[in-house]
């Protein structure tokens, strides 16, 4: 632990025992991503009937109904599955403001979730990405794989823009499992949220976005005339800052949170909005209040 | 390009300085402060959405602008008519009254046909830009066509000038109205020779009483007991409202000069004989001088003494004892006797008398001399036959002022045949137009015809046929001097040169058989045609002109006119100015917000 103790200091460990007390108290079940598979098949719960047709298994044909009723049906049964938890951090430079940075505030958002789902026994991904996936961790299980994810989150570095659509694809693009997918990040995509969220609902994964912002991205203060410089692709925008136009600019932020929390409202996702001087724990315990995060 | 203030050199200067003090100040500016921001993600979308509404409003703005500028612009094309603003349109007809007497000068300093530009060019700014306009005068010098736009009129007003001609008049044949029914009419005159205005005209008067001694006559006549000797005659009239006290200097040829001083009451006429018996042949001028005169035309008057001498003269006659006696009695007659058909065209110059007497015959051409002719037959260079002979009438009550008939009385006369012709252009002193006795003309050597024989008639026996005779000689033989008014002068020669007294050149117009040209002072003219020399002394010498004061205005102030005409809706700016100015506006308003865009 001596490793990360920039990040994941003794304070944050502190924080983190603190969390899975008010976890086991608030959390008697499981993440919301731990559902009951669809697949039925080879589990022992009786989920339902359904006439035999040629190729079924015959050991699966209910014989007392047949000789009931002359009929060939077939019992299906659940198959438990334990399904995983994607931790998407925002690795992009815009991550980087903020103090504390987004960018750690993301990280110690998905240590702690993730240290709450290992310790539910659930599968944890944790995926940095920027303008695609930066870097990831493959799927642990158990609660000793914390320390690997520590250590995984501390070495993460920005770079880049944000791409979250590219990012998902080059994540998904290979085969993975239907589950949770928890998303640190601004949403500071030029490209917008939308095509990658539509991506993510082609999987049917289940969605919970955590987006953390800098006080002074809600309420810029800017000089009266300012080239405005883009920490990600160097662009710069000319401003002549007028009350008017800040008052535009908190407009659009707002149809930014209000277009992602109805979004996310619309396909039973879930959506917090955080800033960095809020205690990352104080947002792990509204996460936990919020029944779109636990089921 | 110069400029008042500042040499050229310095202006350059000041312009340099001025353009490297504002570069200056330009490159001054701080640039704006880099800020590094997470994302220009949201600012890149606020910028557009305001870029999408300020677009759409600029695009309007925009439309609006270039179509109150498009509108502008063909509005002030069509020149368009706002009464609230440039006042009403109008039809205003001004007729200038450029009589002589115009000339005189007024209190101010001014004439009174200064004062009358002035109103003039007062009426021509009233009224709205689409006012029009009529501009004429009682000379005839711009005759009363139609109504013509503002600056039309004023080019025209600029043209006339005053008449010296005493032929002012107020025409009846202008129509004013006929054209448009609201024509305003408006008389702009002192009333003095033009008064007859119609009550349906507004008048403004430039009227002011003035003083004016004027020489209202000058002429020498030869002495009735001597033919050779002559006398001067002057006139002089006072037509001020003060007692007037006036010097006169007489100048003749060879440097003969005389002084006199009188004092006239007013409205006193002084006759004054003027002793030139010390005088050259030559020009002789009058002059006066009287204090706060106001009038100068009239204040010198010229003629021309001609030299006394014998004149050659021809009698052409088949016997005429009257005629015959009294040519060979007169001491400047040299005569000779030619029978009709010994009459000859003279071959050289030297051998061309002085004077024809045709009795009862007239050669087929014009002699080159003056001629007095009896009952001439006719030819194509008299005056034609006009139908069968006038018998039996009296002359009783014809009278003249012709130097002919000076101091002859046809009170007795009868006349028992005379011939009926037709005078055509010619001056009739005796007789009517229809039955005229005695006609005279100058084309330019002077002829006279008296349409009877003496024979027919009682004048051989009258006492006046001697003086008649006399007159006739003298009369016919002064044809070098000619007296002629200011302002027009014809003479009957297709080409004639002009020279004032000092020798300059007098402008001449051909009109036909007939030359003319305007003596525009008093003076001396002499005038070549081909048949020879004219001495022509033209002056005012018109009491009708002089009298200054007799004005039908009279008794009313100056400027206030009788009208107050000035309606204050005076067509100061025209719209099309502003309109254009307004489409100028906007134009910098559209370059502005243009350069704006680039901020935001």
Not at chain 2, 4 to 29: C, D, N
Request: hydrophobic fraction near 45%; aromatic fraction near 10%.
């Amino acid at each position: 632990m001596n490793e990360v103790s920039t990040l994941f200091d003794a304070e944050f460990l502190r924080k983190l025992e603190y969390l899975k007390l008010v976890a086991n108290r608030m959390v008697p079940g499981h993440l919301r991503g731990e559902h009951r598979a669809r697949k039925r098949g080879t589990g022992v719960e009786f989920a339902d009937y359904r006439p035999y047709v040629s190729g079924d298994d015959t050991k699966d044909v209910d014989w007392k109904a047949y000789l009931r009723l002359d009929k060939l049906i077939l019992r299906i049964f659940d198959e438990e599955a334990d399904l995983p938890i994607y931790f998407f951090v925002d690795a992009s430079n815009s991550m980087a403001f903020g103090d504390p940075p987004k960018f750690d505030y993301a990280r110690k958002v998905a240590a702690a979730l993730g240290y709450i789902g290992l310790l539910n026994l659930d599968r944890v991904s944790v995926v940095g990405f920027s303008n695609g996936v930066s870097d990831q961790i493959a799927a642990k299980r158990g609660r000793n794989q914390i320390w690997r994810i520590f250590r995984f989150l501390d070495r993460m570095e920005m770079t880049g823009e944000t791409s979250l659509e590219r990012a998902f694809k080059t994540f998904f693009g290979t085969k993975r499992r239907r589950g949770l997918v928890v998303i640190a990040s601004d949403f500071m995509d030029p490209e917008g949220y939308e095509p990658a969220f539509d991506f993510l609902r082609m999987f049917r994964h289940d969605v919970f976005n955590v987006q953390i912002l800098t006080p002074e991205e809600l309420k810029p203060q800017l000089p009266d005339e300012a080239m405005l410089v883009d920490s990600e692709n160097g662009t710069s925008q000319r401003l002549r800052m007028s009350p008017t136009l800040i008052a535009a600019y908190k407009t659009e932020m707002e149809k930014l949170k209000t277009g992602i929390e109805s979004y996310c409202s619309r396909y039973g996702w879930g959506y917090v909005q955080t800033q960095t001087p809020i205690p990352f724990e104080n947002l792990i315990i509204r996460i936990f209040k919020q029944d779109r995060f636990i089921r | 390009m110069s400029f008042l203030a500042l040499t050229f050199f310095q202006m350059f200067l000041l312009a340099a300085a001025t353009f490297g003090v504002v570069s200056f100040l330009y490159w001054l500016k701080p640039p704006p402060q880099r800020v590094t921001v997470p994302s220009t993600f949201i600012w890149v979308r606020v910028m557009q959405e305001r870029k999408r509404r300020s677009d759409f409003w600029r695009w309007l703005v925009s439309l609006l602008v270039a179509l109150a500028i498009g509108l502008a612009i063909a509005a002030a094309i069509g020149k368009p008519v706002i009464e609230a603003l440039s006042g009403r349109a109008r039809h205003i007809a001004v007729i200038l009254d450029n009589s002589p007497t115009m000339l005189a000068t007024t209190s101010s300093g001014d004439t009174r046909w200064e004062l009358a530009l002035a109103h003039a060019h007062d009426l021509l700014n009233e009224g709205s830009p689409s006012s029009e306009f009529m501009v004429t005068d009682t000379c005839g010098q711009l005759p009363a066509t139609g109504f013509v736009s503002r600056r039309r009129a004023l080019e025209l007003l600029d043209g006339i000038e005053p008449c010296l001609e005493d032929r002012g008049k107020f025409l009846e044949g202008y129509a004013f109205s006929t054209q448009h029914e609201d024509t305003e009419v408006y008389f702009i005159g002192d009333g003095v020779l033009v008064r007859d205005i119609p009550d349906s005209v507004q008048t403004i008067s430039v009227f002011e009483p003035s003083d004016n001694v004027a020489i209202t006559a000058f002429a020498l006549r030869p002495v009735p007991a001597e033919p050779t000797r002559y006398e001067g005659f002057l006139e002089l009239s006072n037509y001020s409202t003060e007692l007037k006290r006036v010097a006169m200097q007489i100048d003749g040829a060879g440097g003969a000069s005389g002084q006199r001083a009188v004092t006239l009451a007013p409205g006193q006429v002084l006759g004054e004989p003027v002793d030139i018996d010390n005088f050259l042949s030559g020009p002789i001028r009058v002059l006066i001088d009287s204090p706060d005169d106001a009038f100068a035309l009239d204040n010198v008057a010229y003629t021309y003494l001609a030299a006394p001498r014998r004149v050659e003269t021809v009698l052409v006659t088949r016997g005429n004892a009257y005629l015959e006696t009294l040519l060979d009695l007169d001491p400047r007659v040299a005569l000779e006797i030619v029978a009709p058909e010994d009459y000859s065209v003279p071959e050289g110059d030297g051998d061309i008398p002085g004077l024809y007497v045709f009795d009862r015959f007239a050669p087929e051409q014009r002699p080159v001399a003056p001629v007095l002719l009896f009952r001439p037959t006719g030819r194509v260079w008299l005056p034609a036959p006009a139908g069968v002979d006038l018998r039996d009438f009296s002359l009783a009550g014809v009278t003249s002022d012709h130097p002919i008939l000076s101091h002859v009385s046809l009170t007795d006369v009868v006349v028992e045949r005379a011939a009926r012709v037709d005078p055509g252009k010619h001056e009739v002193i005796a007789g009517t137009a229809a039955e005229p006795v005695l006609i005279v003309g100058e084309n330019p050597l002077r002829w006279a015809e008296l349409t009877f024989d003496i024979a027919d008639s009682s004048f051989p026996l009258q006492a006046g046929f001697p003086i008649f005779l006399a007159n006739a000689v003298t009369w016919l033989t002064s044809t070098d001097v000619v007296s002629a008014a200011l302002g027009r002068f014809t003479v009957q020669a297709r080409v004639a040169s002009v020279t004032d007294g000092r020798g300059n050149e007098v402008p001449t117009r051909s009109l036909g058989d007939i030359t003319a040209f305007n003596p525009e002072a008093p003076g001396l003219y002499s005038v070549r045609t081909a048949d020879g020399e004219l001495v022509v002394s033209a002056n005012l010498l018109s009491p009708k002109v002089s009298a200054v004061n007799a004005s039908a205005f009279a008794g009313e102030s100056l400027d206030a006119g009788r009208v107050d005409y000035l309606t204050g809706s005076v067509g100061g700016g025209e719209p099309w100015l502003a309109l254009i100015l307004v489409a100028l506006v906007l134009l910098l308003i559209e370059w502005w917000t243009y350069h704006r865009r680039m901020t935001v």
